[in-house]
């Protein structure tokens, strides 16, 4: 069955930077994207990035382009979320999630879910 375990959240300083990793296993599907979502205390799930296995294409939310970048490791089956430039409003608990089709933001479209890893930016 397919597995998501996401990793290297933490306490980090504003603008610093800090790399998640999402580790797949059970995945099956030649064609499928893996998103990065977040959800803070008292506020609904956002998107903040998604990549496609196939052509490598991406998708950023508009508050995080231009700082964070989505990048995948195919021998390890993982993908990682650079994260730059932090900002006390990146804080939240990050998930990474899998959709068997190309990169759409939106998480009603993302059937599987990792647990999350805790992600605090703060001086």
């Known amino acids: 069955q397919l597995q998501l375990v996401e990793s290297g959240g933490g306490l980090v300083q504003p603008g610093g930077s800090l790399r998640l990793s999402c580790a797949a296993s059970g995945l099956t599907s030649d064609y499928h994207t893996i998103g990065w979502f977040r959800q803070a205390p008292g506020k609904e799930r956002e998107g903040v990035s998604c990549?496609?296995?196939?052509?490598?294409?991406?998708y950023y939310a508009d508050s995080v382009k231009g700082r964070f970048t989505i990048s995948r490791d195919n021998a390890k089956n993982t993908v990682v979320l650079q994260m730059n430039s932090l900002k006390p409003e990146d804080t939240a608990v990050y998930y990474c999630a899998f959709r068997a089709n190309r990169c759409v933001l939106k998480f009603g479209y993302f059937g599987s879910w990792g647990q999350g890893t805790q992600v605090t930016v703060s001086s």
């Open positions: 990549i496609s296995s196939s052509d490598g294409s991406t």
